[in-house]
């Protein structure tokens, strides 16, 4: 494969886990990184590791994320010749896509057409529909808005209420009676008008408990695009993954052949260039597409375990110019890869964000054990970002030896300044539902008692409650301290 890139230097317009993992590969591939990074992530190891790094500054720290104009500015005075969006933030903004492009300046990502075309549910499930891959049965506002409440009913229930603009489980709404189905349309219109700023609506039949299969792809921009196989994101809360492996245990090989070939024809209809993850709602044996989301994904690590690629290399190089280093039939799959997401949060109050100091870190080590983390000690956990601290990837040659080795590593892992969900993540690699493989996206609504903390013995509760107090400096002293009485009659013994 080529070694030579046409830039020297990559500006990373994100942080945390994502900015340290791509300097990562820039650094082994002998670029240069600089990194965008706000006051509010002071002393994050992205800063420290990147040759170069530029504060940007905004109304909110997510505002300076935001903000493509100061992002290509920033780019210029390091020198960059491209920019990788990461994922989140503006890595599927067609208008920034096509102002880094104007600046002269490489954009490691889709061709801002496709971040368009996909970004657009409604366009992205025509464009899907009209050549003839698999949707679920439907009502679009934007075919007739006077209809649209009366096309709805006609989908029957259950049905779910999409904003059209949306992504990431905002303003989605399930509807299982259509008494409550005006009400429910308006308060999705009002959470996408909020969220997106764009109050258009879609319905579909929604499955109920279904499974989230989505696919990676791969297009280089020369008519070559190749899948990476599947991944199974079913485990979520709130349309929210939490975590995500592959390859899928509901699959048989026919049903992965077809679900990924599925999702490859998709990204060649679309002319796709670059990394793409296709993603399908799957149920009763059957799946529909469901969207496509135009960027490098959290869970992508897991692919990377099977198949031995760096996608991100992959991505630098076709944001290169270059041609795809293999051919679909030269893709491989090797074992099976678990990614759990360790969030400041306390599942136990509706997983809630949590926050503090981060006063102890402990990573795990070991044979197929990988972790991607954006935080150090010392750091401040705030709620200016996504509670997401790190992910812990494990690989193994079966899926039972990844679960072991998961929970094993979840064990050798500290994290101490504010409540993570390091023991609800134990709890459910233990569950029997989990270890069957049998999840689908509602299994943590139904099953609260996961979420739940056990209660703990009284004697252990004690003895943590002595250890807490012993920790407070005045409670030390009260306890070393003698007794003027005691102190006054000298050596002394019963």
Known sequence: MPQSFPFDTVLVANRGEIALRILRTLRRLGLKGAIVYHAADKGAPAIAAA???????????????????????????????????????????AGFARAVAAAGIAFVGPLPDAIELMGDKVRARRFVADRGFPVAPSAIEDDDP???????????TPLLIKPSAGGGGKGMRIVRDLALLDEEIERARSEGQRYFGDGRLYVERFVENPRHIEVQVMGDGHGNVIHLWERECSVQRRFQKVVEETPSPALTPEQ?????ETAAGIARAANYRNAGTVEFIYGNGEFFFLEMNTRLQVEHPVTEEVTGLDLVEVQLRVAAG??????????????????????????SRGFVPTTGRLLSLDWPEGPGIRVDAGIARGQ???????????KLIVHGATRAEAIARARKALAET?????????????????????AAGEVHTGTLDARPDLAAEPALDEGLRRRLLAAAALTIRPVRDAADRIPALHAAMG????
């Open 491 to 494: 050596g002394w013994r019963n």
């Open 146 to 156: 006077a209809s649209f409440n009366a096309r709805a009913r006609a989908v029957g």
């Open 51 to 93: 040759d170069i790094a530029i504060e940007i500054k905004g109304v909110t720290p997510v505002a300076a994320f935001l903000d493509g104009a100061q992002i290509i500015a920033a780019a210029r005075t390091a020198g960059a010749g491209a920019i990788h969006p990461g994922y989140g933030f503006l890595s599927e903004n």
């Open 380 to 390: 401040a956990v705030t709620t200016a970002f996504d509670p997401m601290l790190a």
């Open 414 to 434: 500290v994290v101490l300044g504010c409540e993570t969900n390091i023991a609800f993540l134990d709890r459910l690699l233990a569950d029997a539902v989990f």
């Open 256 to 260: 992965r052949r077809d679900i990924c």
């Open 322 to 347: 270059e041609v795809l280093p293999l051919t679909q039939s030269e893709v491989p799959s090797s074992g099976h890869a678990i990614e759990l997401r360790i969030y400041a949060e306390s599942p």
